[in-house]
């Protein structure tokens, strides 16, 4: 069951964990009376009070009218003053760069995409990015100053340590870059880099508030295929930062990646991204006997897409064993986890979000463990087709404001 919001505490090093769980569950609610703050965070009136006061004085939060009467004296609300500060996210996809700048509240302001060519190197990829950074906060007007920073997400593998994407698969010829601090250096601006399939777990949750509160599994679907898994709130990311690289999960199959080679760069046979990814899709539809007029995966893709959504049968067809297969993988993660909300996102979903949804919930639900006693349902993005981006947008906010464990139990 989620929880209902967090909960304040009285241990040391309570002080920012207090501030960033008060702030939360505003952002969460929309708006909130500091009586409603109070039960839904357990902590006394005193303390609320001093962490509203603060949190305004700030410019953070906001008084926004009153709650209706119950007979006695109406409360006042206390909502999240979007404009206070801003972020921006960029995305990088192997076919294009997708900016957006995020407010406080979550709420996208400005968006660009900027196509990256065949073959980019690493170097032209950062000058795309510094770019579609610098324009976002020009066309927003936004002070550079109220920019909390850059979210850059990425697809994996990542060296932490090193802030560093390792040959990352859909984009050829690359080494080990350390893309974050090469982006800051260019932009002047901090950067935070994560998974792109994390980064939109974290979108969502930012976004979603109540409605995505507690635990569930975010699938993202774009070139590729990767699962960003919040539990309890939190964002997990395993040892090493890589957790939810389910694409190359052996999914039951033979197939090798349609990845124009013969294997599979990480050299197995049946990984879920040989049936799942976009160039795995067409190439099926091709195999079915399809022409599509697009020369490149991207739009030979939306062109697969566009008929499945006009029901097109070799489409639907090609589409539904992807959502099998899809569906399969995800029924061991639910299990495995122990959750019940599994949300379908990212740009591969463009036109066919329904269908794929339909056929990934059926396949789940018919093959998930202790499915009595843990339904599980199967949903679609609250943020959109740009989840990578919002995503990455969301982990600059979420690093600046969210509640963090690790601040109660120190390094």
Known sequence: MARESWQGTNLPRVGGFNRAVVLDTIRQHGEVSRVELARRTGLTAQTMSNIVRA????????????????GGKRRVLLKVVPDAYSSVGLHLDPERITGVLLDLAGGVRLRSHRRVPAGATPSAVVGGLTRTFHQLVRRSGVDTARVLGVGLAVPGPLDAAHRAVLEPPNLDGWPDVALADVL?????????????????????RWAGGAERAGSFVYVY???????????????HRGVSNNAGEIGHVHSGGGRACHCGRRACHCGRRGCLEAYCSTRAIVAAWRDAGATPKGESVADAYDELCRRAADGDTAAVRVLR?????????????????DVDRVVLGGPALRHVAELVRDRVAKVVRDQVWASRVR?????????????????????????????????????
């Not at 800051?184 to 969502?204: C, K």
């Open 184 to 204: 800051e250096e260019r932009a002047g601006i901090p950067v935070v880099m994560d998974n792109d399939a994390t980064a939109a777990a974290i979108g969502e």
């Open 375 to 411: 339904p599980v349902h199967v949903q679609t993005a609250l943020i959109g087709e740009d989840a990578g981006a919002v995503g990455a947008a969301s982990l600059v906010l979420d690093h600046t404001y969210s509640p963090r464990l690790t601040t109660l139990l120190g390094p």
């Open 55 to 70: 949190l305004m004085a700030d410019g953070l939060v906001t008084e926004n009218g009153h709650a209706p009467s119950n």
């Open 221 to 235: 679907l774009g070139s590729g295929v990767g699962i960003g898994v919040v539990l309890g709130d939190q964002v």
């Open 321 to 337: 064993q992807a959502a099998t297969r899809l569906g399969q993988s995800l029924a061991s993660v639910v299990s495995v986890l």
